[in-house]
């Protein structure tokens, strides 16, 4: 969560009113950022995660499990340098404050080595010292579990202690406002969305199909506290949905990110582009959230939840006719005594196409127009920041703030990043601090960052913060150009999250490496995003991609990185190969079965440029081409340990760090192929199976304490649970791992 301000934060109608200061401030202060930093050139690759926890209050006498509001003290105490925070950073991790208040975020306090092999293990390791450190000042039995949605979230009684859903913040029939954090920033956020959108944001989520499914969110109950109390009668609720009514149960979901720092803004640049058409892949190869509100729902992930929570866009904005007695216009500050505007909610102004029949600005000067998507969305243009870029992949055309765009490209800014910012800055900034207003552009980036951080989309371009005073003239100061990666779902365990991110970074180590060509248009991509909401969609459906062909790899030089690539270099017994080269001249050996190519005639676009493949052959390969495990592996081989400069591999630590590595290779590459269930179906069917099931989507008290201590099983690393979920392999390597006292007494990091 970014910067969280000390002050007074400005309620909309007045916020409003700086919109345009803050975003020609944060414009200044971006080009300052250019100035400064555009030259900047070999940084070391760094990365580090963020794993959001929530902490569950599980009372095993009264079989409840409830998201627990009055411990976030915790945070205090672990930031607290008398108290826990020595501690904390001696163990490299720090904790962040949150939307929810049963919240935590957790981070290493110095980002991991892009380059060194025992970094990718270690991030498990303290992973587990959050766990460790964080329950230190909890009792027993509120415990921080990794779940991406809380299943009963908005049933009644669903928080300890109990709260009534009557706060004027959310103004939700479900969520009480105790469940936000107590910052100022986050009410204000969320009463901010609300006022400026003109109604309570909404999401109708398809219920699952089953024998006793009654088409019908019974939960929604009529009341006269707020004007929005009409809402779900007016059409906010749609009939065989589960209605969601607030911020909260979309800011309240968990998820794993990572952020990377490539040498330069070139780089990063390409890998920002590259990573684009893999985000629907990774959303729904760590699918975790079947459960909402305590029904189960016909759609695996929380992306389109979120969005759909914090979306501010007004009806016009997004197309849409207002509810009666609501304005089109929203909390949009617009004159009413234009000649165009009639009536209060006059929607006789939009056409059929969701376009406005006159122009009509804001006082400050912006149109008010269509704006297809939410600000917490898929990414809307690549960077383009290589040679394979061309317009034309950026084919949705989203709208783009013209006088940002001009700027920008007056101060000497390329048109692919122009335009990316430029549409950043169609936002209105959400929350503006008073005492924050007026800044020195040279030396502060809030106004920038207060767009770019209310700008929650599927990868973030991060540039470096301003130099500090009086160190104009120093080089590399603070952290550089970075990208982060931001669809994942939270996984149950730290061996699983850390699983996700070493691919994750292993692939943009394989990107900056290999240079492939991976660009498909923005439009193929966005269908990708829909259709990652099915369920088990990783196994049942197909991605558009670029025609394996066009990656502009040699398939010869990924020969021999499959599996048995660990083994090979770990074992002694093949050192009479050729050239003591332990890959080369070895034929394919795929541990993974079933590499069928698909050769549908709707599966190819553009001459065949474009294609659509399984999550299964994209991870793990067809049988004429590489996929991401052996691009991967041959990064391993040869960018983290030197194969050519050592015969085999005679260390035990590096044999173990190698091992481990193959094993979160494999839980991705059994996620893809289907062997291994996603945490979504494993939920699902949990509950499916269950006595407490009847068979009517409801997931009730006794059967969310069942799945709540099933998984707490699960984080915990209980042989059995983890066999039952992870499987013989995967699960069997964990088990037969040395457990490791997780003791504090293990020494710190580096
Ligand atoms: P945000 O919430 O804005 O995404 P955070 O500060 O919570 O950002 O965390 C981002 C992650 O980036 C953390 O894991 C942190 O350790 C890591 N990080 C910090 N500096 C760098 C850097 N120079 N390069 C890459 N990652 C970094
Ligand atoms: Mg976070
Ligand atoms: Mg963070
Ligand atoms: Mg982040």
């Known amino acids: 969560m970014g910067l969280l301000s000390q002050g007074t934060p400005l309620d909309w109608t007045e916020s409003r009113l700086l919109n345009e200061h803050v975003r020609k401030n944060g414009i200044e202060q971006l080009l300052s950022i250019f100035a400064q930093h555009q030259s900047r050139k070999q940084d070391p690759f760094l990365w580090g995660d963020e794993v959001e926890y929530m902490l569950v209050d599980v009372d095993d006498e009264h079989h409840t499990a409830k998201l627990s509001i009055d411990h976030d003290h915790v945070l205090d105490t672990l930031n607290d340098p008398l108290k826990l925070l020595p501690l ?12 929810g208040r049963y919240m935590l975020e957790g981070t290493p306090a110095k980002p991991y080595d892009g380059q060194s092999l025992a970094d990718y293990s270690y991030v498990e390791e303290n992973m587990r010292m959050r766990r460790v450190i964080s329950e230190l000042e909890l009792p027993k039995h509120i415990v921080p579990l990794t779940l991406t949605t809380f299943p009963r979230m908005g049933c009644p009684g669903f928080t300890s202690p109990n709260a009534l859903p009557i706060g004027p913040a959310l103004q939700s029939l479900f969520l009480p406002d105790e469940i936000i954090n107590r910052h100022v920033r986050f009410p204000t956020l ?15 989520l398809p219920m699952y199909p089953d024998k006793n499914t009654k088409l019908l969110d019974d939960s929604i109950v009529k009341r006269d506290l707020f004007k929005s109390d009409r809402e779900p009668f007016l059409g906010a609720s749609i009939p065989g949905h589960v209605y969601m009514d607030s911020m909260g149960f979309g800011m309240g979901l968990s998820c794993l990110q990572v952020t990377m720092q490539p040498c330069d803004i070139d780089e990063s640049r390409y890998l920002y582009d590259m990573l684009a058409p893999l985000t629907p892949l ?22 389109n939840v979120i969005s759909g929570l914090v979306d501010d866009r007004t009806f016009v904005e997004r197309g849409v006719e207002p509810f009666e007695g609501y304005h089109l216009f929203g909390g949009l500050d617009v004159d009413h005594h234009h000649p165009c505007i009639v009536g209060d909610c006059d929607s006789s102004l939009v056409g059929k196409d969701g376009t406005l029949a006159c122009n009509v600005c804001t006082r400050d000067g912006q149109p ?46 390329d048109e692919p990043l122009a335009r990316h910012f430029a549409h950043l800055f169609v936002r ?164 993974c079965t079933g590499q069928i190519q698909l050769n549908n005639i709707n599966d190819s676009d553009c001459g065949g440029q474009f294609h659509r493949y399984t999550a299964h052959q994209l991870v793990n ?39 481990q590595l193959k094993h979160y290779l494999m839980l991705i590459s059994q996620r893809a192929s289907g062997e291994i269930p996603t945490t ?47 499987g013989d392999t995967v699960g069997g390597f964990m088990n037969a791992k040395p457990k490791g006292e997780a003791g504090l007494q293990m020494n710190g990091h580096k």
């Open 88 to 99: 904390a950073l001696h163990h490299n991790v720090t904790f962040h404050p949150e939307y």
């Open 621 to 659: 390969g067809t049988l004429d081409f590489p996929g991401l495990i052996l691009l991967v592996i041959r990064v391993v081989a040869t960018d983290l340990v030197n194969e050519e400069s050592t015969h085999h591999c005679s260390s035990q630590t590096v044999q173990r760090e190698l091992q």
């Open 282 to 303: 990774m959303l729904s190869l760590s699918a975790a959230a079947p459960i909402f509100k305590g029904y189960l729902v016909n759609q695996d992930v929380r992306w």
């Open 190 to 204: 969320t009463a901010n969305i609300r006022k400026r959108r003109g109604s309570k944001v909404a999401i109708n």
């Open 368 to 413: 008010v127009r269509r704006i297809p998507k939410s600000r917490y969305d898929l990414i809307d243009l690549y960077l383009g920041g290589s040679k394979d870029f061309l317009p034309a992949y950026n084919d949705i055309e989203p709208p783009i703030n013209a006088s940002v765009l001009k700027k920008l490209l007056e101060n000497g800014i």
């Open 428 to 591: 209105d900034p959400l929350v503006v601090f008073s005492e924050r207003e007026h800044q020195d552009n040279s030396l502060d980036n809030d106004h920038f960052e207060n767009l770019q951080l209310t700008n929650w989309q599927t990868l973030r371009f991060k540039p470096p913060a301003p130099k500090p005073e009086g160190m104009a003239d120093a080089t590399n100061v603070g952290p550089g150009w970075r990208v982060e990666f931001r669809p994942m779902e939270i996984q149950l365990t730290d061996f699983e999250n850390a699983a996700y991110l070493a691919f994750v970074v292993l692939v943009s180590r394989a990107i900056i490496m290999f240079k492939p060509n991976w660009y498909i248009p923005i439009s193929k991509i966005e269908s990708n995003m829909k259709t990652a909401h099915k369920v088990d969609l990783a196994i049942k459906d197909k991605f558009w991609f670029k025609l394996m062909d066009h990656w502009d790899l040699n398939v010869d030089d990924f020969q021999g990185y499959d599996f048995s690539w660990f083994d090979r270099y770990c074992n002694d017994g093949n050192d009479e190969m050729k050239g003591c080269v332990y890959l080369k001249g070895l034929g394919r050996e795929r541990e």
């Open 680 to 726: 979504a179906r494993w939920l699902r069917d949990y509950v499916l199976r269950s006595d407490q099931y009847n068979q009517d989507l409801k997931v009730n008290d006794e059967l969310n304490y069942r799945l709540v201590k099933r998984a707490q099983k699960v984080s915990e690393m209980d042989p059995e649970a983890i066999k039952e979920f992870l």
